[in-house]
Protein backbone atom coordinates (compact mmCIF):
# COMPACT_ATOMS: atom_id res chain seq x y z
CA UNK A 1 0.00 0.00 0.00
CA UNK A 2 1.08 3.32 -0.97
CA UNK A 3 0.53 5.96 1.52
CA UNK A 4 1.22 9.73 1.13
CA UNK A 5 2.31 12.37 3.79
CA UNK A 6 3.19 15.63 3.51
CA UNK A 7 4.59 17.02 7.03
CA UNK A 8 4.62 20.11 7.82
CA UNK A 9 8.19 22.12 8.13
CA UNK A 10 9.24 21.35 11.26
CA UNK A 11 6.12 19.96 12.76
CA UNK A 12 7.76 16.65 14.01
CA UNK A 13 10.73 15.76 16.26
CA UNK A 14 11.03 19.21 17.39
CA UNK A 15 8.93 19.06 20.89
CA UNK A 16 9.94 21.04 23.54
CA UNK A 17 13.39 22.53 21.56
CA UNK A 18 11.92 24.93 19.04
CA UNK A 19 12.10 24.55 15.26
CA UNK A 20 15.59 24.25 14.19
CA UNK A 21 17.76 23.54 16.86
CA UNK A 22 20.44 26.06 16.19
CA UNK A 23 22.58 25.13 19.22
CA UNK A 24 22.68 21.69 18.32
CA UNK A 25 23.19 22.08 14.07
CA UNK A 26 25.98 25.12 15.43
CA UNK A 27 27.97 22.26 17.18
CA UNK A 28 31.12 22.16 14.89
CA UNK A 29 33.56 20.04 15.44
CA UNK A 30 36.91 21.55 14.08
CA UNK A 31 38.74 18.75 15.76
CA UNK A 32 36.29 15.51 14.01
CA UNK A 33 39.98 14.75 12.03
CA UNK A 34 42.70 14.51 14.61
CA UNK A 35 45.71 13.77 13.10
CA UNK A 36 49.02 12.64 14.79
CA UNK A 37 51.21 14.00 11.84
CA UNK A 38 50.82 16.28 9.13
CA UNK A 39 50.20 14.48 5.83
CA UNK A 40 53.46 16.16 3.65
CA UNK A 41 55.41 14.15 6.76
CA UNK A 42 54.41 11.07 5.06
CA UNK A 43 52.42 9.73 8.10
CA UNK A 44 48.78 9.28 7.50
CA UNK A 45 47.36 7.56 10.34
CA UNK A 46 44.41 9.34 12.11
CA UNK A 47 42.86 8.47 15.81
CA UNK A 48 39.48 7.93 15.60
CA UNK A 49 37.51 11.08 15.93
CA UNK A 50 37.40 12.01 19.81
CA UNK A 51 34.42 14.34 19.01
CA UNK A 52 32.86 16.70 21.81
CA UNK A 53 29.58 15.52 23.23
CA UNK A 54 25.76 16.41 22.26
CA UNK A 55 24.55 17.94 25.42
CA UNK A 56 21.29 18.52 24.74
CA UNK A 57 18.70 15.62 25.83
CA UNK A 58 17.38 13.57 22.79
CA UNK A 59 14.22 15.09 21.83
CA UNK A 60 10.94 13.20 22.28
CA UNK A 61 8.97 12.06 19.60
CA UNK A 62 5.81 14.15 17.93
CA UNK A 63 2.78 13.80 19.40
CA UNK A 64 0.20 12.27 16.77
CA UNK A 65 2.78 9.37 15.52
CA UNK A 66 1.78 6.65 16.61
CA UNK A 67 4.69 4.47 17.82
CA UNK A 68 3.28 0.79 17.84
CA UNK A 69 2.92 1.31 13.74
CA UNK A 70 6.52 0.90 12.38
CA UNK A 71 5.68 2.40 9.28
CA UNK A 72 4.36 5.48 11.15
CA UNK A 73 7.95 5.60 13.36
CA UNK A 74 10.00 4.68 9.79
CA UNK A 75 7.89 7.72 7.88
CA UNK A 76 8.58 10.36 10.66
CA UNK A 77 12.12 9.23 11.08
CA UNK A 78 12.75 10.16 7.54
CA UNK A 79 10.24 13.16 7.57
CA UNK A 80 12.84 14.82 10.08
CA UNK A 81 16.10 13.42 8.60
CA UNK A 82 14.92 15.45 5.64
CA UNK A 83 12.97 18.72 6.95
CA UNK A 84 14.86 21.78 7.26
CA UNK A 85 14.96 25.55 7.70
CA UNK A 86 18.22 26.93 6.42
CA UNK A 87 17.64 30.41 8.76
CA UNK A 88 17.60 28.39 11.87
CA UNK A 89 19.93 25.09 10.92
CA UNK A 90 23.79 25.27 10.05
CA UNK A 91 23.32 22.03 8.39
CA UNK A 92 21.84 19.00 7.37
CA UNK A 93 23.25 17.40 11.18
CA UNK A 94 20.79 19.71 12.90
CA UNK A 95 17.88 17.53 11.27
CA UNK A 96 19.57 14.13 11.80
CA UNK A 97 19.62 15.43 15.88
CA UNK A 98 15.60 16.02 15.70
CA UNK A 99 15.64 12.79 14.45
CA UNK A 100 17.00 10.82 16.79
CA UNK A 101 13.73 11.06 18.71
CA UNK A 102 12.50 8.26 17.01
CA UNK A 103 15.97 5.97 17.01
CA UNK A 104 17.05 3.24 19.42
CA UNK A 105 19.73 4.87 22.19
CA UNK A 106 22.42 3.40 20.37
CA UNK A 107 22.19 5.08 16.95
CA UNK A 108 21.10 8.29 18.69
CA UNK A 109 24.17 8.20 20.45
CA UNK A 110 26.45 7.46 16.65
CA UNK A 111 24.50 9.93 15.58
CA UNK A 112 25.21 12.38 18.61
CA UNK A 113 29.06 11.69 18.42
CA UNK A 114 29.47 12.41 14.96
CA UNK A 115 28.90 15.69 13.66
CA UNK A 116 29.84 16.21 10.09
CA UNK A 117 33.29 16.85 9.53
CA UNK A 118 32.78 18.96 6.48
CA UNK A 119 30.71 21.67 5.02
CA UNK A 120 26.80 20.87 4.26
CA UNK A 121 27.30 21.18 0.59
CA UNK A 122 26.67 23.32 -2.08
CA UNK A 123 23.11 22.80 -2.23
CA UNK A 124 22.70 23.63 0.78
CA UNK A 125 24.81 26.91 0.60
CA UNK A 126 22.20 27.84 -2.31
CA UNK A 127 19.21 26.89 -0.19
CA UNK A 128 21.02 29.61 2.50
CA UNK A 129 21.39 31.93 -0.13
CA UNK A 130 17.82 31.88 -0.52
CA UNK A 131 16.56 31.59 2.90
CA UNK A 132 15.01 28.78 2.28
CA UNK A 133 12.95 25.92 3.86
CA UNK A 134 11.69 22.30 3.14
CA UNK A 135 9.36 20.19 3.89
CA UNK A 136 9.60 16.24 3.27
CA UNK A 137 7.04 14.46 1.07
CA UNK A 138 7.06 10.66 2.41
CA UNK A 139 6.06 7.45 0.50
CA UNK A 140 6.78 4.20 2.32
CA UNK A 141 6.98 2.13 -1.15
CA UNK A 142 6.21 -1.92 -0.54
CA UNK A 143 9.11 -4.13 -1.95
CA UNK A 144 8.34 -7.84 -2.08
CA UNK A 145 11.50 -8.56 -2.19
CA UNK A 146 12.55 -7.48 1.09
CA UNK A 147 12.72 -8.87 4.28
CA UNK A 148 10.09 -10.58 6.17
CA UNK A 149 8.82 -8.52 9.68
CA UNK A 150 8.99 -10.37 12.61
CA UNK A 151 7.36 -9.74 15.73
CA UNK A 152 10.29 -7.63 16.88
CA UNK A 153 12.05 -6.47 13.84
CA UNK A 154 10.37 -4.14 10.57
CA UNK A 155 11.99 -3.26 7.40
CA UNK A 156 10.58 -0.59 5.36
CA UNK A 157 11.57 1.48 2.41
CA UNK A 158 10.67 5.21 2.68
CA UNK A 159 10.81 7.54 -0.02
CA UNK A 160 11.45 11.11 0.42
CA UNK A 161 10.57 14.02 -2.05
CA UNK A 162 12.44 17.12 -0.67
CA UNK A 163 11.57 20.59 -2.20
CA UNK A 164 13.18 24.04 -1.09
CA UNK A 165 11.22 27.07 -0.95
CA UNK A 166 12.69 30.38 -0.25
CA UNK A 167 11.93 34.06 -0.23
CA UNK A 168 10.38 35.30 -3.15
CA UNK A 169 9.17 31.92 -4.18
CA UNK A 170 11.53 30.64 -4.87
CA UNK A 171 12.36 27.48 -5.59
CA UNK A 172 14.35 24.30 -7.14
CA UNK A 173 13.41 20.97 -8.53
CA UNK A 174 13.20 18.21 -5.49
CA UNK A 175 15.67 15.81 -4.42
CA UNK A 176 14.62 12.48 -4.05
CA UNK A 177 15.93 9.92 -1.62
CA UNK A 178 15.24 6.45 -0.42
CA UNK A 179 15.68 5.29 2.92
CA UNK A 180 15.85 1.93 4.05
CA UNK A 181 14.73 1.36 7.56
CA UNK A 182 15.31 -1.04 10.03
CA UNK A 183 13.04 -0.89 13.53
CA UNK A 184 13.35 -2.77 16.24
CA UNK A 185 11.04 -3.14 19.88
CA UNK A 186 11.84 -5.11 22.57
CA UNK A 187 8.58 -7.30 22.83
CA UNK A 188 5.08 -6.95 20.90
CA UNK A 189 3.40 -3.69 22.03
CA UNK A 190 6.01 -2.51 23.14
CA UNK A 191 7.16 0.91 21.29
CA UNK A 192 9.01 0.47 17.38
CA UNK A 193 12.64 2.41 17.32
CA UNK A 194 14.48 2.97 14.13
CA UNK A 195 17.99 1.19 14.98
CA UNK A 196 19.35 1.91 11.80
CA UNK A 197 19.29 3.31 8.33
CA UNK A 198 20.83 3.19 4.91
CA UNK A 199 20.16 6.12 2.22
CA UNK A 200 20.67 6.32 -1.43
CA UNK A 201 19.81 7.80 -4.07
CA UNK B 1 52.62 10.54 -23.91
CA UNK B 2 50.67 12.37 -26.51
CA UNK B 3 47.31 13.81 -25.51
CA UNK B 4 45.97 12.08 -28.18
CA UNK B 5 47.39 8.69 -27.08
CA UNK B 6 45.77 8.79 -23.71
CA UNK B 7 42.78 9.31 -25.38
CA UNK B 8 42.36 6.52 -27.28
CA UNK B 9 43.86 4.39 -24.31
CA UNK B 10 40.92 5.41 -22.35
CA UNK B 11 38.64 5.01 -24.75
CA UNK B 12 39.67 1.73 -24.45
CA UNK B 13 39.42 1.09 -21.25
CA UNK B 14 35.98 2.57 -21.14
CA UNK B 15 34.80 0.65 -23.76
CA UNK B 16 35.76 -2.23 -22.12
CA UNK B 17 34.59 -1.22 -18.68
CA UNK B 18 31.10 -0.24 -20.18
CA UNK B 19 30.94 -3.18 -22.22
CA UNK B 20 29.60 -1.49 -24.92
CA UNK B 21 30.61 -2.04 -28.77
CA UNK B 22 30.16 0.40 -31.35
CA UNK B 23 30.88 3.46 -29.30
CA UNK B 24 32.88 6.12 -30.35
CA UNK B 25 34.03 8.58 -28.15
CA UNK B 26 32.76 12.39 -27.94
CA UNK B 27 35.74 14.31 -25.66
CA UNK B 28 33.76 17.20 -24.59
CA UNK B 29 36.83 19.78 -24.85
CA UNK B 30 40.21 18.70 -24.50
CA UNK B 31 41.17 15.60 -21.93
CA UNK B 32 44.03 15.67 -20.04
CA UNK B 33 44.73 13.00 -17.00
CA UNK B 34 46.66 9.67 -16.86
CA UNK B 35 45.97 6.75 -18.64
CA UNK B 36 45.22 4.67 -15.71
CA UNK B 37 42.72 7.27 -14.52
CA UNK B 38 39.10 8.31 -15.71
CA UNK B 39 39.66 11.68 -17.88
CA UNK B 40 38.65 14.45 -17.12
CA UNK B 41 35.97 16.34 -19.62
CA UNK B 42 37.88 19.59 -19.12
CA UNK B 43 34.82 21.56 -21.07
CA UNK B 44 33.19 20.77 -17.76
CA UNK B 45 35.48 22.59 -15.04
CA UNK B 46 33.77 26.00 -14.47
CA UNK B 47 37.23 27.81 -13.68
CA UNK B 48 39.85 26.37 -16.34
CA UNK B 49 42.66 27.52 -14.62
CA UNK B 50 41.90 24.92 -12.03
CA UNK B 51 42.29 21.88 -14.89
CA UNK B 52 45.76 20.87 -14.36
CA UNK B 53 45.77 21.88 -10.64
CA UNK B 54 42.78 19.36 -10.80
CA UNK B 55 45.21 16.77 -12.61
CA UNK B 56 48.11 17.25 -10.59
CA UNK B 57 45.78 16.77 -7.36
CA UNK B 58 44.37 13.83 -9.11
CA UNK B 59 47.38 11.71 -9.46
CA UNK B 60 48.90 12.22 -5.70
CA UNK B 61 48.16 8.43 -5.34
CA UNK B 62 46.30 5.35 -6.96
CA UNK B 63 42.35 5.88 -6.05
CA UNK B 64 41.70 9.04 -6.68
CA UNK B 65 41.10 10.93 -10.16
CA UNK B 66 40.80 14.60 -11.35
CA UNK B 67 37.04 13.74 -12.27
CA UNK B 68 36.26 12.60 -8.53
CA UNK B 69 37.94 16.03 -7.00
CA UNK B 70 35.83 17.73 -9.30
CA UNK B 71 32.45 16.08 -8.53
CA UNK B 72 33.60 16.59 -4.65
CA UNK B 73 34.02 20.10 -5.50
CA UNK B 74 31.03 20.71 -6.93
CA UNK B 75 29.16 19.14 -4.17
CA UNK B 76 30.72 20.64 -1.67
CA UNK B 77 30.54 24.07 -2.72
CA UNK B 78 29.13 24.51 -5.87
CA UNK B 79 32.22 25.63 -7.37
CA UNK B 80 32.45 28.71 -5.13
CA UNK B 81 36.03 29.41 -4.03
CA UNK B 82 34.50 31.99 -1.57
CA UNK B 83 31.52 30.09 -0.08
CA UNK B 84 31.49 30.12 3.93
CA UNK B 85 28.72 27.62 5.40
CA UNK B 86 27.01 28.83 8.52
CA UNK B 87 28.77 25.62 10.06
CA UNK B 88 32.27 27.11 9.47
CA UNK B 89 33.49 24.96 6.10
CA UNK B 90 35.70 27.45 3.89
CA UNK B 91 36.18 27.79 0.66
CA UNK B 92 35.81 25.91 -3.08
CA UNK B 93 36.44 22.52 -1.18
CA UNK B 94 34.52 23.16 2.29
CA UNK B 95 37.58 22.55 4.52
CA UNK B 96 37.27 22.71 8.11
CA UNK B 97 40.24 25.27 9.31
CA UNK B 98 41.66 22.49 11.14
CA UNK B 99 41.49 19.84 8.45
CA UNK B 100 42.45 22.49 6.34
CA UNK B 101 45.61 23.44 8.34
CA UNK B 102 46.72 19.67 8.51
CA UNK B 103 46.84 18.92 4.41
CA UNK B 104 46.97 23.00 3.06
CA UNK B 105 50.45 23.75 1.65
CA UNK B 106 51.25 26.90 -0.34
CA UNK B 107 50.84 25.49 -3.51
CA UNK B 108 49.66 28.91 -5.25
CA UNK B 109 53.11 29.93 -4.18
CA UNK B 110 51.91 33.21 -3.05
CA UNK B 111 54.02 33.16 0.33
CA UNK B 112 50.44 31.92 2.59
CA UNK B 113 48.27 29.35 2.56
CA UNK B 114 44.27 29.84 2.29
CA UNK B 115 41.51 27.82 2.34
CA UNK B 116 40.02 30.69 -0.14
CA UNK B 117 42.62 30.26 -3.09
CA UNK B 118 41.41 27.35 -4.83
CA UNK B 119 45.05 26.30 -5.80
CA UNK B 120 45.93 25.40 -2.61
CA UNK B 121 42.49 24.23 -1.39
CA UNK B 122 42.09 21.71 -4.23
CA UNK B 123 45.96 20.24 -4.09
CA UNK B 124 44.98 19.92 -0.03
CA UNK B 125 41.69 18.06 -0.93
CA UNK B 126 44.03 15.78 -2.66
CA UNK B 127 46.00 14.86 -0.47
CA UNK B 128 43.66 14.54 2.44
CA UNK B 129 42.11 12.27 -0.21
CA UNK B 130 44.96 10.20 0.01
CA UNK B 131 45.09 10.24 3.19
CA UNK B 132 41.67 9.28 3.65
CA UNK B 133 42.04 6.54 1.49
CA UNK B 134 45.30 4.98 3.04
CA UNK B 135 43.08 5.04 6.53
CA UNK B 136 40.17 3.08 4.91
CA UNK B 137 42.52 0.63 2.97
CA UNK B 138 41.95 -3.28 3.89
CA UNK B 139 37.95 -2.35 5.01
CA UNK B 140 36.22 -3.16 2.12
CA UNK B 141 36.14 -3.31 -1.70
CA UNK B 142 34.50 0.02 -2.23
CA UNK B 143 37.48 2.49 -1.08
CA UNK B 144 36.11 5.30 -3.01
CA UNK B 145 33.37 5.37 -1.62
CA UNK B 146 34.65 4.59 1.99
CA UNK B 147 36.80 7.54 1.49
CA UNK B 148 33.96 9.95 0.99
CA UNK B 149 32.28 9.02 3.72
CA UNK B 150 35.60 9.93 5.62
CA UNK B 151 35.50 13.17 4.19
CA UNK B 152 31.85 13.85 5.26
CA UNK B 153 31.55 12.04 8.24
CA UNK B 154 35.32 11.62 10.00
CA UNK B 155 37.27 8.86 9.34
CA UNK B 156 37.02 7.69 12.54
CA UNK B 157 33.08 7.17 11.89
CA UNK B 158 34.15 4.79 8.86
CA UNK B 159 36.71 3.30 11.10
CA UNK B 160 33.41 2.51 13.99
CA UNK B 161 31.26 1.05 11.67
CA UNK B 162 34.19 -0.91 9.08
CA UNK B 163 32.01 0.48 6.48
CA UNK B 164 30.30 4.04 5.07
CA UNK B 165 28.25 4.90 8.75
CA UNK B 166 24.73 5.29 8.47
CA UNK B 167 24.40 8.83 8.27
CA UNK B 168 21.73 10.57 6.23
CA UNK B 169 24.12 13.28 5.17
CA UNK B 170 26.92 11.05 4.72
CA UNK B 171 25.71 8.44 2.61
CA UNK B 172 24.10 11.31 0.56
CA UNK B 173 27.19 13.16 -0.05
CA UNK B 174 28.46 9.51 -1.39
CA UNK B 175 25.97 9.01 -3.55
CA UNK B 176 26.21 12.43 -4.60
CA UNK B 177 29.59 12.97 -5.58
CA UNK B 178 29.93 9.17 -6.98
CA UNK B 179 26.89 10.03 -8.71
CA UNK B 180 28.57 13.65 -10.08
CA UNK B 181 31.53 11.95 -11.39
CA UNK B 182 30.19 10.88 -14.68
CA UNK B 183 29.56 14.77 -15.20
CA UNK B 184 33.39 15.36 -14.92
CA UNK B 185 34.64 12.05 -17.03
CA UNK B 186 35.01 12.23 -20.55
CA UNK B 187 31.75 11.44 -22.07
CA UNK B 188 31.00 8.81 -25.04
CA UNK B 189 28.10 8.99 -27.17
CA UNK B 190 26.40 6.47 -29.86
CA UNK B 191 27.35 6.96 -33.45
CA UNK B 192 24.75 6.68 -35.83
CA UNK B 193 24.63 3.31 -36.93
CA UNK B 194 25.67 1.82 -33.71
CA UNK B 195 24.33 -0.60 -30.93
CA UNK B 196 20.67 1.22 -29.71
CA UNK B 197 20.55 2.64 -26.46
CA UNK B 198 18.05 -0.45 -25.40
CA UNK B 199 20.46 -2.78 -26.25
CA UNK B 200 23.31 -1.36 -24.42
CA UNK B 201 21.03 -1.41 -21.68
CA UNK B 202 20.25 -5.39 -22.16
CA UNK B 203 24.42 -5.75 -22.26
CA UNK B 204 24.40 -4.00 -19.18
CA UNK B 205 21.92 -6.35 -17.45
CA UNK B 206 22.56 -9.28 -18.96
CA UNK B 207 26.47 -8.93 -17.40
CA UNK B 208 24.76 -8.92 -14.13
CA UNK B 209 22.89 -12.82 -14.33
CA UNK B 210 23.42 -14.88 -11.79
CA UNK B 211 24.60 -12.43 -9.30
CA UNK B 212 22.76 -12.28 -6.00
CA UNK B 213 19.52 -10.64 -4.84
CA UNK B 214 20.68 -8.16 -2.08
CA UNK B 215 17.88 -6.01 -0.45
CA UNK B 216 19.09 -2.50 -1.06
CA UNK B 217 21.77 -3.52 -2.99
CA UNK B 218 22.74 -1.73 -6.69
CA UNK B 219 24.65 1.94 -7.47
CA UNK B 220 25.37 3.19 -10.88
CA UNK B 221 28.42 1.63 -11.08
CA UNK B 222 27.67 -1.88 -10.16
CA UNK B 223 26.60 -4.29 -7.06
CA UNK B 224 26.84 -3.39 -4.24
CA UNK B 225 26.15 -4.52 -0.09
CA UNK B 226 22.59 -4.17 0.34
CA UNK B 227 21.08 -3.64 3.56
CA UNK B 228 19.31 -5.80 6.73
CA UNK B 229 18.61 -9.09 5.07
CA UNK B 230 21.05 -7.64 2.25
CA UNK B 231 24.28 -6.11 4.98
CA UNK B 232 26.23 -9.55 3.80
CA UNK B 233 25.68 -9.57 -0.15
CA UNK B 234 27.56 -7.96 -3.11
CA UNK B 235 24.34 -8.15 -5.25
CA UNK B 236 21.51 -6.12 -6.68
CA UNK B 237 17.54 -5.46 -5.33
CA UNK B 238 15.04 -5.10 -8.60
CA UNK B 239 15.29 -1.25 -8.60
CA UNK B 240 19.00 -1.25 -7.56
CA UNK B 241 19.61 -3.90 -10.73
CA UNK B 242 17.76 -1.22 -13.01
CA UNK B 243 19.30 1.80 -12.03
CA UNK B 244 22.64 0.34 -12.72
CA UNK B 245 21.53 -1.35 -16.35
CA UNK B 246 20.67 2.51 -17.42
CA UNK B 247 23.13 4.29 -16.06
CA UNK B 248 25.23 1.91 -17.58
CA UNK B 249 23.84 2.58 -21.04
CA UNK B 250 23.55 6.19 -20.71
CA UNK B 251 27.25 6.17 -19.60
CA UNK B 252 26.19 7.72 -16.25
CA UNK B 253 24.10 10.38 -17.84
CA UNK B 254 20.31 8.79 -16.53
CA UNK B 255 20.56 8.55 -12.62
CA UNK B 256 17.62 6.85 -11.64
CA UNK B 257 16.34 6.95 -8.09
CA UNK B 258 16.11 3.41 -6.38
CA UNK B 259 12.83 3.14 -6.25
CA UNK B 260 10.61 1.11 -8.76
CA UNK B 261 7.82 3.04 -7.51
CA UNK B 262 9.48 6.01 -9.29
CA UNK B 263 11.41 4.17 -11.85
CA UNK B 264 7.97 3.13 -13.07
CA UNK B 265 7.34 6.79 -13.24
CA UNK B 266 10.05 8.28 -15.54
CA UNK B 267 11.24 7.54 -19.03
CA UNK B 268 8.67 7.71 -22.10
CA UNK B 269 5.55 5.33 -21.31
CA UNK B 270 5.16 2.85 -23.58
CA UNK B 271 2.63 0.35 -24.76
CA UNK B 272 2.98 -3.45 -24.60
CA UNK B 273 2.57 -4.13 -27.91
CA UNK B 274 5.38 -1.51 -28.77
CA UNK B 275 8.12 -2.62 -25.89
CA UNK B 276 11.78 -3.29 -27.12
CA UNK B 277 14.29 -4.47 -25.60
CA UNK B 278 16.18 -2.45 -23.26
CA UNK B 279 12.61 -0.98 -21.96
CA UNK B 280 12.12 -0.97 -18.02
CA UNK B 281 8.72 -2.95 -17.11
CA UNK B 282 6.72 -2.40 -13.54
CA UNK B 283 4.70 -4.65 -12.10
CA UNK B 284 2.26 -3.73 -9.01
CA UNK B 285 2.28 -6.97 -7.25
CA UNK B 286 0.46 -5.63 -4.01
CA UNK B 287 -3.37 -4.15 -3.91
CA UNK B 288 -2.49 -1.12 -5.37
CA UNK B 289 -2.69 -0.71 -8.63
CA UNK B 290 -0.66 2.39 -9.28
CA UNK B 291 2.22 0.72 -6.91
CA UNK B 292 4.56 -0.66 -8.81
CA UNK B 293 6.72 -2.20 -6.37
CA UNK B 294 8.65 -4.74 -9.10
CA UNK B 295 10.79 -3.98 -11.75
CA UNK B 296 12.82 -5.34 -14.34
CA UNK B 297 14.59 -4.61 -17.97
CA UNK B 298 12.95 -6.57 -20.99
CA UNK B 299 15.50 -8.10 -23.02
CA UNK B 300 12.83 -9.48 -26.16
CA UNK B 301 11.13 -12.78 -27.17
CA UNK B 302 8.74 -12.18 -23.95
CA UNK B 303 11.63 -12.38 -21.00
CA UNK B 304 12.91 -9.68 -18.61
CA UNK B 305 15.81 -9.72 -16.63
CA UNK B 306 15.13 -9.27 -12.74
CA UNK B 307 16.54 -9.83 -9.55
CA UNK B 308 13.19 -11.20 -7.53
CA UNK B 309 13.74 -11.68 -3.63
CA UNK B 310 16.55 -13.13 -1.07
CA UNK B 311 17.95 -15.96 -2.03
CA UNK B 312 17.59 -15.89 -5.83
CA UNK B 313 20.17 -14.78 -8.04
CA UNK B 314 19.47 -12.15 -10.80
CA UNK B 315 17.61 -14.23 -13.34
CA UNK B 316 15.94 -14.22 -16.45
CA UNK B 317 11.91 -14.44 -16.09
CA UNK B 318 9.37 -15.30 -18.56
CA UNK B 319 6.37 -12.71 -19.04
CA UNK B 320 3.90 -15.60 -18.82
CA UNK B 321 0.42 -15.09 -17.67
CA UNK B 322 1.10 -14.45 -13.75
CA UNK B 323 3.23 -11.06 -15.03
CA UNK B 324 0.60 -10.39 -17.56
CA UNK B 325 -2.09 -10.64 -15.09
CA UNK B 326 -1.14 -7.83 -13.25
CA UNK B 327 -1.08 -4.17 -13.62
CA UNK B 328 2.34 -3.40 -15.76
CA UNK B 329 4.35 -0.12 -16.88
CA UNK B 330 6.51 0.12 -19.25
CA UNK B 331 9.27 2.86 -19.55
CA UNK B 332 12.05 3.59 -22.50
CA UNK B 333 14.57 5.87 -22.39
CA UNK B 334 15.74 5.51 -25.81
Known amino acids: MRRLAVIALCGLAVIGSGCGLKAQGSVHRAGTHQTNSTPHQGVHTRSPATPSPISTPIPSPAPGVDLHSATAVADAEVTATWTVDTTVDTSWYAAELRATAYMTKSYATSIRQNPPASGPGAMWLTWATHQATAAAAITTEDDPGGPIDTTTSAYRKVLATVTPHGTGGWTEPPEVWATFVVLIRSAQGAPWQVSTTETTR | ?334
Open chain 2, 1 to 334: MSTSTLTAAATAVLALVFGIVGLVVVVAGSASSTASSPVLATAAIPIAGLVPVLDQAGSLCPGISAPLLAAQIDAESGWNSSAVSSAGAEGIAQFIPATFAAYAQDDAGTGSVSPFNSVDAVMAMGRYDCALLADVSGIGSQPVSLMLAGYNAGVGAVLRYNGVPPYPETEAYVAKVEALVSTYSVTLAQSAGATSFGQAVVTAVTAQLGVPYSWGGGTPSGASFGFASGAGTIGFDCSGLVLYAVAQASLGQIGLPHSSELQATMGTPVAMADIQPGDMIAFALGPDPTDFDHIGIYIGNNEMIDAPYTGVDVRVDTLNSYWQSVPLAIRSFG
